[in-house]
């Protein structure tokens, strides 16, 4: 069966190569400085000037270029960061309680699929913790969850997850 998969994917164009590339271009742009670990730096001080209640959501790109220390004529929507933008954005305190939630579901996930009998909807369950672990990582590095699309299929997996 792997066998297949792979040819399917090989014939569909699909290379190896090509996450291995992303990874190496997201690795050269935080060496630079107009890549994101210096809009990372820049986004730090709008959480210093916003600490407790950040900058109010959907105003990062109002907010950042009063810090911006990228000389480029881009204008910058996001924070390549979602964690760094949600902090921005919504302070200390919105922060502490968005990434409470998210725990506190994953945590429920993760016994909940600890305590599956059936092997199936274990597996499944290992699955759904696989792909929100993804998320979770992928958020690190891009604005994903601005991304309506995947925000949806985010929410449709925690939920099928959840209640296998």
Known sequence: MFLIFTAFLTGMGFEGNLLV???SVLSDETKEE????????????????FPILG????????????????????????AHN?????????????????ISLLGYLFIR?????????????????????????????HSIADFNMHIPANVALFSVVLGITYNL
Not at 34 to 46: A, E, K, N
Not at 82 to 97: A, K, M, Q, R, S
Not at 113 to 127: N, Q, S
């Open 21 to 23: 590339d992303r990874f």
């Open 34 to 49: 107009t890549g994101r670990l210096q809009i990372w730096r820049d986004t730090w001080l709008l959480v210093e000037q």
């Open 55 to 78: 900058t109010g959501l959907g105003a990062f790109s109002y907010a950042y270029p009063q810090v911006k220390s990228i000389n480029v004529q881009a204008k910058y929507y996001h």
């Open 82 to 98: 979602d964690y760094l933008e949600l902090l921005t954005e919504t302070g200390l305190v919105g922060f502490l309680i968005l």
């Open 109 to 137: 996930l993760v016994k909940r699929v600890i305590r599956g009998r059936e092997p199936w909807g274990v597996a499944m369950g290992i699955a759904g913790i696989a792909a929100v672990c993804a998320v979770f990582c």
